[in-house]
């Protein structure tokens, strides 16, 4: 069909410890043997001295750990990986910029009851969990995430209920965290039922990396739950094509056979996906999985992730590769969660060359200047 192709992540590291079948395909399995310590991960992987000091130093803020099927995607010795560098700790992450903040989109001042943020008029971002199954060294909320860092995340479940029934102009839930996914089924089931019992939430969406870091969590039981609660919507977070593997393409496919309709939220990082190559063959990859890219943000300004940003200038340059070069459906809207807690706001390149009341100037995705000139209404003459 394509030269696009899906790889399996198994057996990899692994292959010499004739893990059962069920094992290595039960999240429980994956969950109790993930990748942690500095002695686990040098087992596998030659690290270079910033990777090592990073693992011994950045314990207290964001905790390390990767799933067996995460861990096979790292190259053996390349620094540069670009999966590598989304989950093993660096030296850098303990130098912080005078830009950066702990809470650069303002999260905790939107907060109108602990773990609910209220930014917009109509949603609401609903903080359900701390945990994830791995950790990405540029979390957006690394000051909560992982349970290591002093500050912690603590949801007044009943009162944000409560605050969501007695705010009618709240039609859309955004679970997220953490990760909602890694709660069992009957748990979610729970939550979901309650947030669908209330008559003016239109529907629900769960941004999950599961999908990406723990395909095996994504079961026909899980499915099935699901289902229950349409419309709903799972925003996934994929950054380059290689976490697309045959056990992600086909944990994909169970969720949208059972309707679930799904986005997907990239973070534009250093050397992992900061190129026109990389974003096509990753969401024309992603449309393959029936997933329509949603957002491709720009790294927000978080403490000790100055070596995985990119320039905005980077962002616009792929946006402006990407349309017109391949399927308008593949192509992520660029958003900056603007510092401060303004909330997302697009960026995109310039199309406009000029313009003025009669004519607008345009230029197309090869360069090619068309001109659009503004019809005057003139009273037709009785
Ligand atoms: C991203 C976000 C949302 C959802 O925004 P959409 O543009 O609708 O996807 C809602 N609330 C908060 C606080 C957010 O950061």
């Not at 359900?128 to 992982?146: G, H, K, M, N």
């Not at 308008?328 to 060359?353: L, R, S, T």
Request: glycine content about 6%.
């Amino acid at each position: 069909m394509s030269n696009i192709s899906f790889t399996s992540s198994a057996p990899g590291y692994w292959a010499n410890e004739n893990i059962p079948h069920e094992d290595w395909n039960s999240a429980k399995w994956q969950l109790k043997n993930r990748v942690s310590s500095l002695a686990d991960i040098e087992k596998h992987l030659t690290l270079c001295e910033e990777e090592r000091a990073g693992i011994l130093l950045t314990g207290t803020k964001l905790a390390t750990a990767i799933t067996p099927h995460y861990f096979n995607l790292i190259h053996p010795t390349d620094p540069d990986c670009p999966i590598r560098r989304q989950v093993i700790p660096r030296i850098e992450e303990t130098h912080t910029d005078p830009s950066e903040m702990a809470d650069p989109c303002g999260e905790d001042s939107h907060m109108p009851v602990p773990g609910l943020v209220h930014r917009y008029p109509d949603r609401v971002l609903f903080l359900v969990t701390d945990r994830c199954a791995s950790y990405c060294r540029y979390c957006t909320r690394s000051r909560v995430v992982s349970g290591v860092s002093d500050q912690k995340l603590e949801t007044q479940w009943d009162m944000a209920i409560d605050y969501l029934k007695k705010t009618p102009q709240v039609r859309d839930v955004l679970l997220s965290g953490g990760d909602p996914l890694l709660f069992s089924d009957v748990k979610l089931e729970k939550l979901l039922s309650k947030l669908h019992a209330i008559p003016h939430i239109q529907f629900i969406r769960i941004g999950s990396r599961i999908p990406i870091f723990l395909p095996q969590r994504i079961t026909p039981e899980l499915c099935a739950t699901l289902r229950k609660f349409h419309p709903l919507f799972i925003s996934i977070h994929t950054n380059h094509p290689k976490e697309l593997t045959t056990e992600v393409h086909e944990a994909l496919g169970r969720l949208a056979d059972a309707g679930v309709m799904m986005g997907n939220q990239s973070v534009l990082l250093d050397k992992v996906n900061d190129s026109v190559d990389v974003q096509r063959e990753l969401v024309q990859k992603l449309l393959m999985c029936r997933v329509r890219p949603y957002y491709l943000y720009q790294g927000d300004l978080i403490e000790g992730t100055a070596h995985l940003r990119t320039s905005i200038s980077k962002g616009i340059e792929i946006i402006d590769g990407l349309r017109g070069h391949t399927s308008g459906y593949a192509i992520p809207q660029y958003v900056v969660d603007a510092p401060g807690g303004g909330g997302k706001i697009p960026i995109n390149p310039e199309y406009i060359v000029e313009s003025n009341e009669e004519r607008t100037v345009l230029r197309n995705y090869e360069g090619k200047e068309f001109v659009y000139s503004e019809s005057k209404l003139v009273p037709h003459p009785l």
